[in-house]
């Protein structure tokens, strides 16, 4: 494609050389440039890419699309000078990779939490229906039945383009996405055509970026402002910031709610811990989740299926059949008949949820031992919330290692217990080592007892300085029941 058809959608301040010329491709990684490749220098949050210019013109980059122009420009490469190259870069790629969410029916889930089981069940829904369908997640990213893996919640434009274009030719009709705060302030999705977006809930995550909560609502809000009037919009009535979210939208707003009244409604007729009935707008079906906030989950995407333009009583048919997303309160049953819990919850509202749903399963017929951490490098603010939150509804807890990336382990673990006062503190233990902290809350559980095993979920790694050793939680309660890997 020419330099100049790929800049059509922007504005560039100046173009210096031939617009002309033919791209063979667009990077943001000066290592990833080969020769004919636009390199767009991108200002990252950990490194600018301005940095590598000469880098990638020497591993044959022919354009360059930057802010700030080299001192001495190489003769022979074309240069485009713009004002932000984030909000450029979404757009160019989105062009080069022939524009394909347009050729897909494109839904975003954002929100603190229930983004991957939202993205993941709808997929799994739209393909028991009968249609080739792609998935963007935190777990997972999957090209019809093709699984390619994930990196981040959401991928950065370059990989994002390539992925729903292989979506395209592989024949997809629907495409089913997580929308990360980070990836809609860095506007990696930025060009995308979006048919609807859904909002699960907002509470404390990710302060270390966006500094305030306000901010951090703002860009998960800045996904609903850039929906077309063709586009729907399904909003949580349950929380409070649910309506902030769509205030601004031009798309068509829906509700949903397990408290009010809204579109979609839902209420509990009975739980345990293979399941839940539930009544949704009228009609009965049994679901394979536990948790009011699954009930949420859930109702969402019923709703996103509704205003695709499936009919009620088929999508509660096939939502009968859905089951819980890998490490999303997935259940491993122990020989002496308790029960080991493994959650992603790594939020303070996340663990309330989790432990909410369990307690509403056991109804004081057994105990609760919770397993828990807190990432580092991370906001620090929400680890002494997690621990009053563990230790408020459980009747242990130990406090251990998550992913500690570059951060000491027991000094993130003191920050957890900051938040404890000495009467809390008596119920919890610290053990740095994570195997040795789950197979110490095991070797506490009795017959009818739960062990929560919170924070990592369906990762199968610890990041410790930067490497990525091999830990799977749930690979570690089944060494410790004796059970067969999978």
């Known amino acids: 494609m020419k330099l100049s058809e790929l800049l059509k959608n922007i504005k560039p301040i100046q ?47 022919t354009a360059v699309l930057c802010i700030d122009l080299p001192k001495q420009l190489p003769t022979g490469v074309t240069f485009v000078q713009v004002a932000d190259t984030e909000d450029a870069v979404g757009k160019v790629t989105t062009l080069f990779y022939g524009d394909p969410s347009r050729h897909l029916t494109l839904v975003g889930v954002t929100g603190t939490n229930g983004k991957t089981t939202i993205a993941t069940l ?20 999957y090209v019809d039945d093709t699984p390619y893996p994930a990196d981040h919640t959401t991928p950065d434009p370059i990989e994002l383009n390539q992925l729903l274009a292989k979506m395209v030719e592989a024949g997809c009709q629907y495409a089913f996405m ?35 909560f306000e901010n951090y ?40 709610s397990i408290n009010k009244m809204a579109d979609f409604r839902a209420r509990i007729l009975e739980f345990h811990f293979e399941g839940m009935l539930l009544e949704i707008n009228g009609k009965e079906v049994a679901v394979q989740f536990i948790g009011k906030f699954n009930v949420s989950n859930l109702l969402a995407v019923y709703g996103a299926a509704v205003m695709l333009g499936k009919k009620p009583e088929d999508v509660l048919v096939a939502m009968s059949t859905l089951h819980s997303v890998r490490g999303r309160l997935e259940p491993v049953h122990s020989p002496e008949g308790y029960t080991a819990i493994v959650d992603y919850a790594h939020t303070p509202d996340a663990i309330e949820n989790v432990l909410n749903a369990i307690h509403e399963v056991l109804n004081g017929k057994g105990r609760i031992i919770t397993v828990c951490g807190a990432g580092g ?26 992913n500690p990336r570059f951060e000491e382990p027991q000094a993130i673990i003191n920050d957890m217990m900051v938040g404890l006062n000495d ?17 110490a809350a095991c070797a506490m ?18 990041d410790v300085k930067g490497v990525k050793h091999h830990f799977d939680d749930r690979e570690v309660l089944r060494n410790i029941f004796g059970i067969p890997n999978k």
Request: charged letters at 25%; a positive charge.
């Open 15 to 61: 173009i210096i050389g031939d617009a002309n010329i033919e791209i063979k491709g667009v990077q943001i990684d000066s290592r990833k440039v080969q020769n004919g490749f636009l390199f767009i220098a991108e200002r990252g949050t950990q490194v600018d890419g301005h940095l590598f210019i000469s880098k990638a013109i020497a591993s044959g980059a």
């Open 122 to 141: 709808l997929y799994h829904l739209f393909r028991k229906f009968g249609y080739k369908c792609g998935l963007m997640s935190t777990v997972i990213n």
């Open 178 to 212: 997580e929308c990360s705060s980070h990836a809609i302030h860095q506007k990696r999705i930025g060009g995308l055509k979006f048919k609807g977006a859904l909002f699960t809930n907002l509470t404390r995550d990710h302060l270390d970026y966006h500094k305030t």
């Open 217 to 256: 609502r703002n860009a998960k809000k800045a996904f609903f402002d850039g929906l077309t009037k063709d586009a729907f919009a399904i909003t949580n009535a349950d929380d409070k910031n649910g309506m902030i979210m769509v205030q601004n939208t031009k798309a068509t707003i829906k509700t949903y």
């Open 377 to 402: 490098n991370r906001d620090k603010g929400k680890r002494p919330l997690m621990a009053q939150e563990a230790v408020r509804q459980s009747d242990q807890v130990i406090i251990t290692t998550d």
């Open 423 to 439: 009467q809390q503190k008596k119920k919890v233990i610290t053990i740095v080592d994570r195997k040795e902290a789950i197979k």
């Open 445 to 462: 559980a009795k017959k009818g007892d739960v062990v929560l095993v919170a924070g990592k979920g369906h990762e199968t790694y610890q």
